[in-house]
C-alpha cells in the first residue's frame, strides 16, 4: 500500500521560497513516476511537475526556472524547491505516485495520492 505524506507548505510573500516533501511508503519508490500537482480554490487540479524513475522531468510552464523537482530514492523522497514564488503559485499542492516508467501531466496518470499542503503567497 502506498501511502504519500507531504510537508513544507506554508505562507510567504511574494517573491519568496518553499521546499516541498513527500515521504513514500512504498520500499520500492525508485520504480515510480512521482509528481507535484496543486489545486487552487475554485480551480481544476494541474500538474506542476513529474520526475521519471530515471529522472527525466517535465514542468509546467508557468513554473519553468522557479521550481525544480527532485527524488531521493534511498530515502524514498520527492521534493520541489520553489523560488520566486508569486500570489498566482497560491493551491493546496499535492504528491502523487504511479508505478510506470513514464510520466505524464495529467492527474488522471496517478493512482496515489496524499493528502496535501497548503502553500499561499501573498503579495
Known amino acids: 500500500q502506498v501511502h504519500l505524506v507531504e510537508s513544507g507548505g506554508g505562507s510567504v510573500q511574494s517573491g519568496g521560497s518553499l521546499r516541498l516533501s513527500c515521504s513514500n511508503s512504498?520500499?520500492?519508490?525508485?520504480?515510480?513516476?512521482m509528481g507535484w500537482f496543486r489545486q487552487g480554490a475554485g480551480k481544476e487540479r494541474e500538474g506542476v511537475a513529474v520526475i521519471s524513475p530515471y529522472g527525466t522531468t517535465e514542468y509546467m510552464d508557468s513554473v519553468k526556472g522557479r521550481f525544480i523537482i527532485s527524488r531521493d530514492n534511498p530515502k524514498n523522497a520527492l521534493y520541489l524547491q520553489m523560488t520566486n514564488l508569486k500570489p498566482e503559485d497560491t493551491a493546496m499542492y499535492y504528491c502523487?505516485?504511479?508505478?510506470?516508467?513514464?510520466?505524464?501531466?495529467?492527474?488522471?496518470?496517478?493512482?496515489?495520492w496524499g493528502q496535501g499542503t497548503q502553500v499561499t503567497v501573498s503579495s
Open positions: 512504498e520500499h520500492s519508490a525508485s520504480r515510480y513516476c
Open positions: 502523487a505516485a504511479a508505478v510506470f516508467s513514464d510520466c505524464s501531466m495529467s492527474a488522471d496518470w496517478f493512482p496515489h
